[in-house]
């Protein structure tokens, strides 16, 4: 038996709508973008399975908290530095 996280099921409604209105999809199925960085944004896509990790969805949250799920960038940006987001996100993969 499974949940689902409201948070999570907005920003998947909210990613879908702004890929849709993409020129270009350059992103492969089961991955989805986001912008990391604190300055300058730098993009990264990432495999949807992420959206399982609970040190992820933490950071949705945050993403949430300053920037709600409006992203004219085309995909989610998140508040944190891109060295902490590899470091995360490389801990995900293992």
Same mark, same amino acid.
């Given at each position: 038996?499974? /949940? +689902?996280?409201?948070?999570?099921?907005?920003?998947?409604?909210?990613?879908? +709508? =702004?890929?849709?209105? =993409?020129?270009?999809?350059?992103?492969?199925?089961?991955?989805?973008?986001?912008?990391?960085?604190? =300055?300058?944004?730098? +993009? /990264?896509?990432?495999?949807?399975?992420?959206?399982?990790?609970?040190?992820?969805?933490?950071?949705? +949250?945050?993403?949430?908290?300053? /920037?709600?799920?409006?992203?004219?960038?085309?995909?989610?940006?998140?508040?944190?530095?891109?060295?902490?987001?590899?470091?995360?996100?490389? =801990?995900?993969?293992?």
């Amino acid at each position: 038996m499974g /949940f +689902r996280l409201p948070a999570i099921t907005s920003a998947k409604k909210s990613l879908t +709508r =702004s890929l849709s209105g =993409s020129k270009t999809l350059d992103i492969p199925k089961g991955y989805f973008a986001v912008y990391v960085g604190e =300055s300058q944004k730098k +993009r /990264f896509v990432v495999p949807i399975s992420y959206l399982n990790h609970p040190s992820f969805q933490d950071l949705l +949250r945050q993403a949430e908290e300053e /920037f709600g799920f409006d992203h004219p960038m085309g995909g989610i940006t998140i508040p944190c530095s891109e060295h902490t987001f590899v470091e995360l996100t490389s =801990s995900l993969s293992e």
